[in-house]
């Protein structure tokens, strides 16, 4: 799985732009009409993704996914269904219905004292305000959405085991929020950081397979995403720079062995973090995430006509990145480039790198970028897989691979 070689750059991906258009305002989820490439569409008015055959198979991930997170399969379908545009307030009016009883009946049951079963529904009702809120907390609604699901994992997390414990740090008179959870019987375990995606918030993210390593997982948003103080700058790498002092001040963790991993549009802090580290982590993951050419107009346009994440791609970034419209994303983002910033060829903590060539969302020129400067990586592409190796069989495969790379370098 690890290699030294430089293989040639796959062939950059430069997609045509629309003609004439109209731009998403993301703060107030409304279409505005636009007539130029700096003003592109990222909503087109009268379009039902729910029904038009380009956006079918987004669709069709989306259902999936919202299904493996706990909503009913028929319930699914009668949204997907019901609905004609991703406005925010119809979105998340529906998923509000499906939560509310769940929060309900779980109430009654506390009451009871019934707490392990009332608990199991408080995570159900946080699961469906969670999907109200997708992608991102962009319109007052789903940051509304956002707050009950928040409210809700906390009251449902209290039988979680191993427990989870909710940490506040101060950062620049705001607090970094995280969620850890250590090993059972395992003394002054190592600890591994786990961020991103930019539409995958903490409430929402799994790390068994951290603790199945034996060590600790401390969860917690991505600089634009969630709970996260900061929105998503190339002076970010101090959100995390402080959370790593707080954890290496902890007793009953080893800070000393201590890894991070970047899930999806955070994997560009699992790589940038493994430079700015490069002597206190062990372990640094680039899952699926931005370098260089994510952040480049060339790509950004591309993203103009890109259906296969349903929402619009580049409201998510506009919203994470923490600008107003898309020609300030086009202006702003090649400052995030870590070729531009100059840390690619400089001395970098051990880093297990992977993403699927198919990567419509993220540029899979990343990787061999990665591969081809600095120190030897641990990288692997996944030839038939999208973002992140979505669709492809390899995933149980890498996934073994990286839970071997990580137990080497954090039990050494």
Not at 259 to 279: I, L, P, T
Not at 356 to 375: H, N
Not at 378 to 383: D, F, L, Y
Request: charged share 25%.
């Amino acid at each position: 799985m690890s290699t030294n070689e430089s293989p040639s750059r796959r062939g950059f991906i430069e997609l045509a732009a629309g003609a004439s258009v109209a731009l998403a305002a993301a703060q107030k989820g409304v279409a505005q009409t636009a007539s130029s490439d700096q003003n592109p569409i990222l909503r087109p008015v009268g379009v039902n993704p729910f029904k038009d055959p380009g956006y079918a198979a987004g669709a069709k991930m989306r259902a999936q996914e919202f299904v493996g997170r706990g909503a009913d399969p028929k319930e699914v379908a009668r949204i997907f269904d019901t609905l004609t545009s991703l406005d925010a307030e119809p979105w998340v009016a529906e998923w509000t219905k499906l939560a509310e009883p769940f929060e309900h009946q779980a109430d009654e049951l506390e009451k009871k004292g019934q707490l392990d079963e009332a608990n199991k529904l408080y995570r159900k009702a946080a699961a469906h305000y969670g999907i109200a809120k997708f992608p991102v907390i962009n319109h007052p609604a789903k940051k509304a959405a956002y707050k009950k699901a928040i409210e809700n994992y906390l009251k449902g997390a209290r039988s979680l085991d191993p427990a989870m414990e909710r940490i506040a740090i101060p950062f620049e008179g705001k607090e970094i929020i995280g969620y850890l959870r250590k090993p059972k019987d395992v003394t002054r375990p190592p600890i591994v950081i786990a961020t991103g995606g930019v539409d995958v918030y903490k409430e929402e993210r799994n790390t068994n397979d951290i603790l199945s390593l034996g060590a600790a997982a401390f969860s917690m948003d991505m600089p634009g995403a969630g709970e996260c103080p900061v929105f998503n700058k190339p002076d970010t790498e101090k959100l995390y720079i402080a959370t790593m002092e707080y954890l290496l001040g902890r007793p009953d963790l080893d800070g000393k062995r201590m890894g991070f991993r970047g899930n999806s549009y955070a994997g560009y802090w699992g790589g940038k973090m493994a430079y700015v580290e490069a002597k206190r982590l062990k372990a640094s993951v680039m899952a699926g995430g931005p370098i260089h050419y994510t952040y480049q107009e060339p790509w950004l346009k591309g993203l103009i006509t890109e259906k296969d994440y349903f929402w619009p791609f580049l409201e998510s970034m506009i919203y994470s990145n923490g600008v107003k419209d898309y020609a300030e994303l086009v202006k702003t983002a090649p400052a995030m480039s870590l070729e531009a910033q100059g840390w690619l060829d400089k001395p970098c903590a051990p880093m297990f790198a992977y993403n699927g060539a198919k990567d419509p969302w993220i540029s899979p020129q990343e990787i061999p970028l990665l591969i081809e400067t600095g120190d030897p990586k641990t990288v692997r592409i996944i030839a038939d897989g999208a973002h992140m190796g979505r669709g492809s069989k390899q995933g149980p495969r890498v996934a073994r691979g990286l839970a071997e790379w990580f137990k080497a370098r954090l039990f050494a």
